[in-house]
């Protein structure tokens, strides 16, 4: 690890005056560290904001909930209120990383966690999300954890996180403070950048600007919400693909749909032809495999993803058997319903 200088902020507005160019917000810790550790991150400065207090707890917005956006994620998986109402959220949070990863990795780290594609982390194979303009070894490399939507040849690389997939099904809103002081809020899915030519910029926002809350909306009367992961083994595993969703049922058919992807795409992967693909359907394979249809017929593969396809497709058909009430709960996937 190579020298760096370390600062404490204890106010929104001092850690502002602190995060300039060469410098890295640290929490938690759990991703940036190690990154440090392997020299794939070198911050020339670390910014600590663990104990501001106007970024932590969750409490009550409207109908809603806001999130601070250093709540750990097993203080929102665990909380009562969440579980109640947004339950797909707190299953996704358990269906990742361990215990005791959770007990330190915050909302806002979590959101910003970087890619676990073989070839960021190793500093001997060219990586434009490391080294702008370096090159992408994956392009001809090996790789069934790469990304198969939203993809460019400046980059393969999938976004990890499935708190964020969770968040996106559900709607929520990331808030963001700029270093003025002035805040702005914007559905979780826009703060991801697709990579183009640029994959080391992953996100909208701006120098000095910092995430300090998660929002999520009133909870949806009279749906159900399934979170589904596939991965090589039963935990600490990232997905090779996952599906969030979240039905609402008008009758005898689907009134609403949101579903948002995990593990194929750089950021959470959402498809609006999808979800409407599905509203009016009555429920059953024939349905779900034409809205699975809609949403594969647009991947991009490396030749070791190939097998997304077919994979996401079943794990898609299998979560929505699970939403609309079909099957019952299978191994890997978490349903609940939102009463009335």
Known sequence: MRDFEYSRAETLSGAAGQIGEGASVVAGGTNLLDLMKIQVMSPARLVDISRIGELQGISDDGEGLRIGALATNSELAADGRIRSGWPLLSRAILAGASAQIRNKATTGGNLLQRTRCPYFYDTAMACNKRSPGEGCAAQEGVGRMLAIFGTSEHCLAAHPSDMAVALTALRAEVEIRSKEGETRRLPVTELYRLPGDRPDLETVLAPGEIITAVRLPAPMAETRQVYSKVRDRASYAFALVSVAAVVQMDGDRIGSASLAFGGVAPRPWTDPEVDQALVGAAP??????????????????????????????????????EATGLAETATGASTARIPA
Not at 284 to 313: I, M, S, W, Y
């Open 284 to 321: 059953g394979d024939e349905a779900f495999g034409n809205a699975a249809d809609v949403l594969v017929a647009q991947a991009q593969c490396h030749p070791d993803t190939e097998f997304k396809k077919p994979l996401l497709r079943r794990t898609l058909i299998a979560a929505l058997r």
